[in-house]
Structure formats: structure tokens, C-alpha cells
């Protein structure tokens, strides 16, 4: 048995023209709905508001009462006029220009030069004790060069161990290191240009002052004249452990 439908009955026969209309309709109301700007407008006229109460407020002008400052004191001048009488009379003197002129005429004279003696002046000359022809020669040292080089050497050691002092305050402070002195003997012989560099200051002061007690020599040679001989020695101070 076939069944009839009414073609009006048919529910789904516009389904494809309605899903386009909803569509469009729905992109319609998207867009839109993007495109939609709002104000807070409550906010903006507060604020217009507020703005105008703040410019209708007057400000109060105080006034500030200065005195004015009193007026200087009025001082009073004096002048004392003292009359001096003229007792002698006071001569002009007139000087006279030493300058020479195109009508001046200049005497012609021969002017002699006395003879000029040649001065020598001595310049300090040092010369390292590692080159030098004759090394300084320590109170007691005799022989050649290089037997009193061995002998100043053998010396120092011994005026070292002689006049060594450990510093007091160093041993407190548990100080201790290798100074190194650097001194000249100079044309005289005598020991001077003392300098010194170690761990620290106490140190230092004590390793000059043992190179201050050496004695004075016979100077180092240089061309049978007698020349500056810098040299440096290490001075070591360490504590023993007891």
C-alpha cells in the first residue's frame, strides 16, 4: 500500500533555505556585536565634575605684614684740615734719557777678555759592585779583587748576625718575611742611600737601621778613582717554632 503525503506537510523541504537565512542573520549579529563600541559614561561625567568643583574653588590671599627695615644711622663726618707751612723748597730733578740716537756718535773701543780657567766638575759616578775593577774594601779585607769581594761578602754575613735584632712588636704580631735593603757606598765610604722593601714597616725600619751600623771603607776603584758602588743584600726574618 503506497502512502500519500502532502507535499504542504512536508516540514524539511525549506531546510536549506532557512540554514542560509539563519546563517547569514547570525554572521549579521557577530559582526555587529564586534563592531559595537560603549563608553563608560558615568565614569567621564564624574569626572567633568569633579574637574569643575576644583575650579570653582577659591583660594584665600594672606597677606603678610613685614616691618620695614629701620634706617641707617646717620654718621657724621669730620674732617680735621691741618695747615702745613713750606720751610724749604723742594728742587725738581730732571732725568735724562740714556737712550742712543741715529745722531749720536759711539766710541769705538776694544774691549779685552780675561782668561777663563777650566773648572772640573766631579760627577757622581756608581758602578755595580758586580763589575767593578776594586770592589770597596771592608775594614780588615786584604788582597786582590776577587779576595775582597769573598771577604766583603764574609764580613756582611758577620755584621748581620752581629747586629740582628728580631723587632719585639713583630714577634707579637707574628710578623715575619725577606727584606730586601738596597744601599750606595759611596767615593767616601761611607754607607748612605739607604732604601728598603719587605712585608711590612717594622721590618723595614730594622733592616735599615742594621745597614745604618756599618762601618766606614775604603771606597771602590774605578780607573785608579774612587766611584759610588750601589749594592743590596736580603735580610730574612723568620720566627723559630718553639
Known amino acids: 500500500m503506497e502512502v500519500k503525503k502532502n507535499p504542504r506537510a512536508n516540514v524539511g523541504r525549506n531546510s536549506s533555505l532557512y540554514f542560509a537565512v539563519g546563517l547569514n542573520v547570525m554572521l549579521l549579529l557577530t559582526y555587529l556585536g564586534l563592531e559595537h563600541k560603549t563608553y563608560e559614561t558615568e565614569e567621564t ?26 634706617p641707617p644711622p646717620k654718621q ?8 702745613v707751612e713750606d720751610i ?7 732725568i735724562e734719557s740714556n737712550e742712543i740716537g741715529q745722531d749720536d756718535i759711539v766710541e769705538e773701543r776694544v774691549v779685552s ?24 774594601q771592608f775594614p780588615g779585607c786584604t788582597g786582590n779583587n776577587a779576595q775582597l769581594k ?22 707579637e704580631l707574628n710578623i715575619q718575611g725577606k727584606v730586601f735593603v738596597f744601599f750606595l757606598i759611596d767615593k ?6 739607604i732604601k728598603t722593601r719587605g712585608p711590612d714597616q717594622i721590618l723595614e725600619t730594622e733592616a ?14 774605578q780607573r785608579n778613582k774612587p766611584v759610588g758602588v750601589p749594592y743590596s743584600i736580603p735580610i730574612n726574618f723568620k720566627l723559630r717554632a718553639q
Not at 724749604?88 to 730732571?94: H, M, Q, R, S, V
Not at 777678555?113 to 770597596?136: K, Q
Not at 735599615?208 to 776603584?221: C, Q, T, V, W, Y
Open 76 to 83: 657724621v663726618v669730620t674732617e680735621a684740615i691741618t695747615i
Open 150 to 171: 769573598a771577604c766583603f761578602q764574609q764580613k756582611m754575613n758577620e755584621h748581620l748576625q752581629k747586629h740582628f735584632r728580631y723587632p719585639d712588636t713583630a714577634a
Open 45 to 70: 561625567k564624574i569626572d567633568i565634575l569633579m574637574l569643575q568643583d576644583n575650579l570653582e574653588e577659591d583660594i584665600p590671599i594672606t597677606t603678610i605684614n613685614i616691618p620695614p627695615p629701620p
Open 208 to 221: 735599615a737601621r742594621i745597614i745604618s751600623l756599618l762601618p766606614k771603607m775604603e771606597p771602590g776603584k
Open 188 to 193: 767616601n765610604g761611607t754607607v748612605s742611600k
Open 113 to 136: 777678555v780675561d782668561e777663563v780657567e777650566d773648572i772640573e766638575v766631579e760627577e757622581d759616578i756608581e758602578v755595580p759592585f758586580a763589575v767593578i775593577e776594586r770592589v770597596p
Open 88 to 94: 724749604a723748597e723742594i728742587e725738581e730733578t730732571f
